[in-house]
Antibody
């Protein structure tokens, strides 16, 4: 059974740093691209970032470019999102999701339950 | 960036009736080399993660009831629920994975 479990969310001050993790199980992690998608309170889904199965290719939404870094450790079956210079508008539930192929140009077929990030003083 | 726009923003449909949600992309998401439309539909209920319903614009994900169907090509797409059930109350999103940044529509809230 495919499982994705996010962790690392919490309360952080504006300008602060937070690192999210997503532990994957039930599939060959390195064979699939992985994405982060977020949902701010009362808002819709917003795509954040994607990384290819081997970690060689990454892409970001404009909202996170220069502040967010996506990475993965295929030996640990874990996806990461490092977020710096956080702003109030980054407050959201952050979901990790699996792309149904290695390269990433595929739908998101499995999602974690999400972890809440709150940016506030 | 490809902008994806859904209509309507909200929709109320009687039980057993048809529900139709539209999605329009600002540029084509049809990849000519494989004739596939890089568009998916998701169902999102409160307190749950989004669920993939339809991909490649018209392929139903395994386990999704056949009352859900997707159609369209190029820039115009439709999600149809043929006979609305109570458990279909949710927000529905279309999503293009043709290019980065990937983008979602703003969502359509479906109510009874």
């Amino acid at each position: 059974e495919v499982q994705l479990v996010e962790s690392g969310g919490g309360l952080v001050q504006p300008g602060g740093y937070l690192s999210l993790s997503c532990a994957a199980s039930g599939f060959t992690f390195s064979s699939y691209a992985m994405s982060w998608v977020r949902q701010a309170p009362g808002k819709g889904l917003e795509w954040v970032s994607v990384i290819s199965g081997n970690g060689g290719n990454t892409n970001y939404a404009d909202s996170g470019k220069g502040r967010f870094t996506i990475s993965r450790d295929n030996s640990k079956n874990t996806l990461y999102l490092q977020m710096s210079s956080l702003r109030a508008e980054d407050t959201a539930v952050y979901y990790c999701a699996r792309s149904s192929c290695h390269g990433g140009s595929c739908p998101l077929d499995y999602w974690g339950q999400g972890t809440l990030v709150t940016v506030s003083s | 960036d490809i902008v994806v726009t859904q209509s309507p923003d909200s929709l109320a449909v009687s039980l057993g009736e048809r529900a139709t949600i539209n999605c329009k992309s600002s540029q084509s998401v049809l990849y000519s080399s494989n004739n596939k439309n890089y568009l998916a539909w998701y169902q999102h209920k409160p307190g749950q993660p989004p669920k993939l319903l339809i991909y490649w614009a018209s392929t139903r994900e395994s386990g999704v009831p056949d009352r859900f169907s997707g159609s369209g090509s190029g820039t115009d797409f439709t999600l149809t629920i043929s006979s609305l059930q109570a458990e279909d109350v949710a927000v529905y999103y279309c999503h293009q994975y043709y290019s980065t940044p990937r983008t979602f529509g703003q969502g359509t809230k479906l109510e009874i």
